[in-house]
């Protein structure tokens, strides 16, 4: 057997590599955890395998032109399957609080579009959640085993949005997956995934995108000059995803509103800090406000990786606005910074108000950076 032949996935040639030869050897784990930033490509190396791992091929696989493959890409295999957060409204719902069926539509609808267009950063109108029913369906078809395919194979996305009830639903799946079955698991935030569930899992890190290669794949994408202004604008985005966002909507440049306000918070500059909070207050969507959080931790490791050797996978493209990191020169007080992150996209979870979450963060900040209690005004 060769290799995988990835038709989704760009770049990322160290993780290729793992699963070409797990694959070429018959040595695929039961669980992957793939963890990357949003736009990395961990869906499109997640899907590329998935289709691999089903193809009726007796040569290359994916070879796109099976029934299998078909079936993959269309999600109509009932061997193939996915699991990612939504964002549920009253009618995706029926009285006993299950899913109903104008939800279970919305679900596959979702997986559609991601499958289409692996490299797009989903925003959402509300605070996304995986239903935990749909865990439990999918739980339940991996222990039945496989209908068509000769093995489940299983990709749940943004598996750090998983609630606990879900996750256990999951768990002894996870650990003790009748034979075949592939999972692979996908996040941007490994911290926060459950401890139980990174313990059953192989650990792959996906690193940050060469300019050239963004270059390449937004002018392919877009059907655009590589030599566009446009598209140089947006090469230093070191996820592909996030390159896309950019190029599309260049007014919007959440990047660098984004370092604005952390430069804001690290200078101590209360009226800026607050300038930026009453923008951020308008957007009015929660993909944007996580996004924000995230994009914090990366410029944080990021500027603090930027001094170290070996460590390129975690340093943001060129084109990046630099986050500064005034004062934190050891690696616990980094920690804490995107510790603090974390709790603020928790305080999101819980619904606290946008603004306050912001101006608690800042505040926070201060503090961390002075080392004691700030006082404003
Ligand atoms: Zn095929």
Redesign the pocket.
Known sequence: MAGIIWNKLIGQERIRSVFDSAFENGTLGHAYLLCGDAGSGKFAAAFDLA?ALL???DTQ??????V??KKVKKYSHSDFHVIMPVVLEKEHKSTDGKLSEAGWKLLSEVVVNRIEDPYAIRSFSSIPSIPVDWVKEVTHAIMRGPLEGGRNVVIMDRVDLMAKEAANAMLKTLEEPPAGTVMILCTNRIHAVLPTIISRCQILRFGWLPPETIRESLSRKFDVSSKDPKVTACIGYGALGEAMQQFQNPGSALMEDTAKFWSACVSQEWSSVTGMIDAFTLINDYGSYERIFLLIMQGIRSSFFRTLEGAENYIMGDGTPEFPLQGVRTPERAGELIDLCERSIGYLRARAGVALVFAEFAISVMEILNGKKCQIG
């Open positions: 289709q193809c009726l091929s696989k994916p070879c796109g032109e099976c299998s493959c």
